[in-house]
Protein backbone atom coordinates (compact mmCIF):
# COMPACT_ATOMS: atom_id res chain seq x y z
CA UNK A 1 0.00 0.00 0.00
CA UNK A 2 1.55 3.57 -1.30
CA UNK A 3 0.90 5.70 2.19
CA UNK A 4 0.17 9.26 1.10
CA UNK A 5 0.71 10.69 4.32
CA UNK A 6 -1.38 11.19 7.96
CA UNK A 7 -5.33 11.00 7.05
CA UNK A 8 -4.18 10.43 3.07
CA UNK A 9 -3.86 6.60 2.58
CA UNK A 10 -3.33 5.43 -0.98
CA UNK A 11 -2.19 8.65 -1.89
CA UNK A 12 -4.52 10.36 -2.13
CA UNK A 13 -3.98 14.29 -2.40
CA UNK A 14 -6.15 16.99 -0.97
CA UNK A 15 -7.74 19.31 -4.17
CA UNK A 16 -6.51 22.40 -5.13
CA UNK A 17 -8.42 24.91 -3.35
CA UNK A 18 -10.70 26.51 -5.25
CA UNK A 19 -9.59 30.29 -6.43
CA UNK A 20 -12.36 33.10 -6.46
CA UNK A 21 -11.56 36.60 -7.28
CA UNK A 22 -14.62 39.27 -7.00
CA UNK A 23 -15.88 42.28 -8.60
CA UNK A 24 -17.48 44.42 -6.13
CA UNK A 25 -17.45 47.96 -5.26
CA UNK A 26 -18.34 47.54 -1.50
CA UNK A 27 -14.80 46.60 0.25
CA UNK A 28 -16.66 45.14 3.12
CA UNK A 29 -18.17 42.69 1.49
CA UNK A 30 -15.09 41.20 -0.24
CA UNK A 31 -13.29 41.58 3.05
CA UNK A 32 -16.27 39.29 4.33
CA UNK A 33 -15.93 36.92 2.03
CA UNK A 34 -12.36 36.88 2.64
CA UNK A 35 -12.30 36.18 5.81
CA UNK A 36 -15.76 33.57 5.84
CA UNK A 37 -15.04 31.30 2.92
CA UNK A 38 -11.89 29.86 4.30
CA UNK A 39 -13.06 29.15 7.32
CA UNK A 40 -16.16 27.72 6.28
CA UNK A 41 -14.32 25.81 3.55
CA UNK A 42 -11.58 24.45 6.09
CA UNK A 43 -9.22 26.66 3.89
CA UNK A 44 -10.47 24.93 0.32
CA UNK A 45 -11.85 28.23 -0.95
CA UNK A 46 -10.03 31.54 -0.79
CA UNK A 47 -10.10 35.37 -2.15
CA UNK A 48 -6.92 35.38 -4.67
CA UNK A 49 -8.27 39.17 -5.67
CA UNK A 50 -10.91 41.80 -5.99
CA UNK A 51 -11.87 44.80 -8.09
CA UNK A 52 -14.13 47.72 -7.55
CA UNK A 53 -15.25 48.69 -11.22
CA UNK A 54 -15.54 46.86 -14.36
CA UNK A 55 -12.71 48.70 -16.36
CA UNK A 56 -10.46 46.37 -14.01
CA UNK A 57 -12.38 43.14 -14.29
CA UNK A 58 -10.87 41.74 -17.02
CA UNK A 59 -7.20 42.54 -15.89
CA UNK A 60 -7.86 41.05 -12.48
CA UNK A 61 -8.87 37.74 -13.65
CA UNK A 62 -6.03 38.10 -16.20
CA UNK A 63 -3.45 38.14 -13.60
CA UNK A 64 -5.01 36.35 -10.59
CA UNK A 65 -6.51 33.22 -12.94
CA UNK A 66 -9.21 32.41 -10.16
CA UNK A 67 -11.69 29.43 -10.84
CA UNK A 68 -14.57 31.90 -10.06
CA UNK A 69 -15.74 35.00 -10.29
CA UNK A 70 -18.57 36.73 -8.53
CA UNK A 71 -19.39 39.72 -10.25
CA UNK A 72 -21.36 42.55 -8.75
CA UNK A 73 -24.48 43.61 -11.32
CA UNK A 74 -25.02 47.46 -9.61
CA UNK A 75 -20.84 48.20 -10.32
CA UNK A 76 -20.05 52.35 -11.53
CA UNK A 77 -20.37 52.28 -14.81
CA UNK A 78 -19.94 51.00 -17.62
CA UNK A 79 -21.49 48.64 -14.54
CA UNK A 80 -21.60 44.63 -14.12
CA UNK A 81 -23.73 43.08 -16.94
CA UNK A 82 -21.12 44.87 -19.30
CA UNK A 83 -18.33 43.24 -17.31
CA UNK A 84 -19.56 39.62 -17.28
CA UNK A 85 -19.56 40.31 -21.55
CA UNK A 86 -15.74 41.23 -21.13
CA UNK A 87 -14.76 38.47 -18.76
CA UNK A 88 -16.94 36.00 -21.11
CA UNK A 89 -15.09 37.33 -24.12
CA UNK A 90 -11.81 37.39 -23.14
CA UNK A 91 -11.41 34.19 -20.93
CA UNK A 92 -14.43 31.80 -22.42
CA UNK A 93 -14.04 28.68 -19.85
CA UNK A 94 -14.45 31.04 -16.85
CA UNK A 95 -17.46 30.14 -14.52
CA UNK A 96 -18.99 33.80 -13.55
CA UNK A 97 -21.40 34.29 -11.03
CA UNK A 98 -23.32 37.22 -10.98
CA UNK A 99 -24.62 39.03 -7.81
CA UNK A 100 -27.56 41.30 -7.45
CA UNK A 101 -28.78 43.70 -4.42
CA UNK A 102 -31.84 43.90 -5.44
CA UNK A 103 -35.22 41.77 -6.64
CA UNK A 104 -35.10 43.62 -9.84
CA UNK A 105 -34.94 40.65 -12.25
CA UNK A 106 -34.09 42.32 -15.77
CA UNK A 107 -30.41 42.98 -14.86
CA UNK A 108 -29.80 39.68 -13.74
CA UNK A 109 -31.34 38.39 -17.57
CA UNK A 110 -28.64 40.64 -18.60
CA UNK A 111 -26.10 39.20 -17.39
CA UNK A 112 -27.55 35.47 -17.78
CA UNK A 113 -27.38 36.71 -21.64
CA UNK A 114 -23.98 38.17 -21.27
CA UNK A 115 -22.23 34.83 -20.35
CA UNK A 116 -23.13 34.63 -16.10
CA UNK A 117 -23.64 30.76 -15.05
CA UNK A 118 -25.62 31.57 -12.33
CA UNK A 119 -27.00 34.20 -9.47
CA UNK A 120 -26.90 35.35 -6.24
CA UNK A 121 -28.84 37.73 -3.78
CA UNK A 122 -26.59 39.36 -2.47
CA UNK A 123 -28.73 41.62 -0.37
CA UNK A 124 -29.62 38.05 1.36
CA UNK A 125 -28.15 37.54 5.31
CA UNK A 126 -24.91 35.75 5.35
CA UNK A 127 -26.71 32.82 6.70
CA UNK A 128 -28.60 32.20 3.18
CA UNK A 129 -25.99 33.42 0.49
CA UNK A 130 -23.36 31.16 2.23
CA UNK A 131 -25.42 28.00 0.71
CA UNK A 132 -25.81 29.17 -2.38
CA UNK A 133 -22.27 30.51 -2.95
CA UNK A 134 -20.61 26.95 -1.52
CA UNK A 135 -22.90 25.27 -4.20
CA UNK A 136 -21.61 27.74 -6.60
CA UNK A 137 -18.29 27.02 -5.80
CA UNK A 138 -18.78 23.56 -6.11
CA UNK A 139 -19.71 23.51 -9.55
CA UNK A 140 -23.63 23.93 -9.17
CA UNK A 141 -25.66 26.83 -11.29
CA UNK A 142 -27.25 28.62 -8.72
CA UNK A 143 -30.59 30.78 -9.07
CA UNK A 144 -32.83 32.94 -7.14
CA UNK A 145 -36.47 31.15 -7.12
CA UNK A 146 -37.90 34.12 -8.02
CA UNK A 147 -35.93 34.50 -11.04
CA UNK A 148 -36.68 31.22 -12.29
CA UNK A 149 -40.51 32.37 -13.99
CA UNK A 150 -38.82 35.23 -16.15
CA UNK A 151 -36.26 33.44 -17.84
CA UNK A 152 -38.93 30.82 -18.65
CA UNK A 153 -40.34 33.33 -20.22
CA UNK A 154 -37.43 34.95 -21.98
CA UNK A 155 -37.24 30.93 -23.78
CA UNK A 156 -38.44 31.94 -27.20
CA UNK A 157 -39.30 28.62 -29.59
CA UNK A 158 -38.89 25.79 -26.89
CA UNK A 159 -41.22 23.50 -29.05
CA UNK A 160 -39.31 23.21 -32.01
CA UNK A 161 -35.58 23.19 -30.48
CA UNK A 162 -36.25 20.76 -28.37
CA UNK A 163 -37.85 18.52 -30.88
CA UNK A 164 -35.10 18.65 -32.70
CA UNK A 165 -32.41 17.20 -30.15
CA UNK A 166 -31.73 13.47 -29.97
CA UNK A 167 -31.77 10.74 -27.19
CA UNK A 168 -28.39 11.52 -25.87
CA UNK A 169 -28.46 15.72 -26.70
CA UNK A 170 -32.00 15.06 -24.68
CA UNK A 171 -30.22 13.39 -21.76
CA UNK A 172 -27.26 15.61 -21.74
CA UNK A 173 -29.89 18.35 -21.44
CA UNK A 174 -31.51 16.69 -18.43
CA UNK A 175 -28.38 16.50 -16.30
CA UNK A 176 -27.72 20.12 -17.37
CA UNK A 177 -31.25 21.26 -16.16
CA UNK A 178 -30.88 19.03 -12.76
CA UNK A 179 -27.63 21.46 -12.10
CA UNK A 180 -24.99 19.02 -12.14
CA UNK A 181 -21.50 19.85 -12.48
CA UNK A 182 -19.04 18.56 -15.32
CA UNK A 183 -17.12 15.79 -13.18
CA UNK A 184 -20.75 14.27 -12.39
CA UNK A 185 -22.00 14.35 -16.08
CA UNK A 186 -19.14 12.76 -17.56
CA UNK A 187 -19.52 10.20 -14.48
CA UNK A 188 -22.99 9.50 -15.50
CA UNK A 189 -22.00 9.42 -19.29
CA UNK A 190 -18.92 7.90 -19.20
CA UNK A 191 -17.13 10.35 -20.30
CA UNK A 192 -14.22 12.58 -20.06
CA UNK A 193 -14.64 16.14 -18.38
CA UNK A 194 -13.41 17.46 -21.75
CA UNK A 195 -15.69 15.55 -23.75
CA UNK A 196 -18.65 16.74 -21.37
CA UNK A 197 -17.71 19.95 -22.29
CA UNK A 198 -17.59 19.66 -25.96
CA UNK A 199 -20.84 18.19 -25.86
CA UNK A 200 -22.02 21.08 -23.79
CA UNK A 201 -21.38 23.79 -26.16
CA UNK A 202 -22.32 22.21 -29.21
CA UNK A 203 -25.82 21.68 -27.06
CA UNK A 204 -25.61 25.26 -26.22
CA UNK A 205 -25.20 26.20 -30.03
CA UNK A 206 -28.02 24.05 -31.28
CA UNK A 207 -30.74 25.34 -28.11
CA UNK A 208 -29.24 29.14 -29.45
CA UNK A 209 -28.18 29.88 -25.59
CA UNK A 210 -25.67 31.20 -23.97
CA UNK A 211 -25.08 29.45 -20.94
CA UNK A 212 -26.05 26.46 -18.93
CA UNK A 213 -28.92 28.48 -16.83
CA UNK A 214 -30.80 29.08 -20.29
CA UNK A 215 -30.25 25.76 -20.85
CA UNK A 216 -31.94 24.45 -18.61
CA UNK A 217 -34.90 27.01 -18.56
CA UNK A 218 -35.68 25.80 -22.07
CA UNK A 219 -35.48 21.88 -20.44
CA UNK A 220 -38.18 23.10 -17.67
CA UNK A 221 -40.24 25.10 -19.80
CA UNK A 222 -40.41 22.01 -22.20
CA UNK A 223 -41.17 19.71 -19.65
CA UNK A 224 -37.82 17.50 -19.94
CA UNK A 225 -37.42 18.17 -16.36
Known sequence: MIDGGPGKPGGMLDPPPCRLAVIDHHPVFVSGLELLLPALTQGRVRVVGSATDAASATILVRRCLPDLVLVDLH????????????????????????????????????????????????????????????????????????????????????????GGLDEEERRLLRLIADGRPTVDIAEELHVSERTVKRLTATLLRKLRVANRVQAAALAGSAGLT
Open 75 to 162: LPPPGGVRAVAALRRAVPRLRIIAMSGTAESGTALDALRAGAEGCLRKDSAAADLMPPLLAAINGWTVLPADLLPALLRQSPGQSQVI
